[in-house]
C-alpha cells in the first residue's frame, strides 16, 4: 500500500497570520509530498512496504544500509504528527491530567513553554522539538533533521518543525519569532493532551 499526503487538519489560510496559506503550499504540498513520493519509491516491491508508517520507522532507525528509507518515513511520520500539533486555536493547555503532570515536571505552564522555546531554539540546523512521555516522565527533547522519539521508545505528544522550510516564507532567519507566534497562538494543546492520555491507559 502506497503511502498518500494526509489533508490539513484546517484550512489553508486559517493559521495565518501567523503560519500562512503560501508556506502551506510549499511545507504540505511540496516539502511533505516528495517526502511521501521518496518512501513510496523506496519500498516498492521490498518487504517494507506491508508494514506500517511506525513500524517502518523503528525498523530502519539506526541501520546504515536504511538511511534513505529511514529519513523519507521519519519525515513522513514527523509531519503527520506537526500537522496534528497545529490549530488556529492554540493558547493555554486544557485543565486535566497533561496540565497536571506539566506542572508537576516542569513548576508552571510559562516555564515549560519557555523550556519548550529554548528547545527549539537550540536545535542547531534542521530538526524538531518535542514534547514526548518517557517512561511516566513528561520530557522536551530535540531532535536532529529526520530523527524523530519514535525511533527512541518515547510517546510523541506534540512538535515543533524547526526546519527553515517551515518558516523561511513568513519569518526569514528569525526562527525565535516563529517558534513564538506557535507557543503564543497554534501548539494543539488539546492533541497533545490526549495523546498523554492515550499514553497512560
Ligand atoms: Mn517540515
Known sequence: MAFELPALPFEKNALEPFVSARTLDLHHGRHHQTYITNLNNLIAETPLENL??????RQTAGKPDMTAVFNNAAQD????????SLTPN??????????????????????FKTELKVAALSQFGSGWAWVVKDGDDIKIVK??????????????????????????IDYQNKRADYVSALID?????????????????
Do not use: C, M
Not at 143 to 168: C, G, K, M, R
Not at 185 to 201: I, V
Open 52 to 57: 506500517t508508517l511506525t513500524e517502518i520507522v
Open 90 to 111: 492554540g493558547g493555554s493547555l486544557p485543565d486535566g491530567a497533561f496540565k497536571d503532570a506539566v506542572v508537576e515536571a516542569f513548576g508552571s505552564e510559562d516555564h
Open 185 to 201: 497562538h497554534l501548539l494543539n494543546w488539546q492533541f497533545a493532551a490526549g495523546n498523554f492520555d492515550a499514553a497512560a491507559e
Open 143 to 168: 531532535t536532529s533533521n529526520a530523527d524523530t522519539p519514535v525511533a527512541h521508545d518515547q510517546v510523541p505528544l506534540l512538535t515543533i518543525d524547526v526546519w527553515e522550510h517551515a518558516y523561511y
Open 77 to 84: 511520520w514527523n509531519h503527520r504528527f506537526y500537522w496534528k
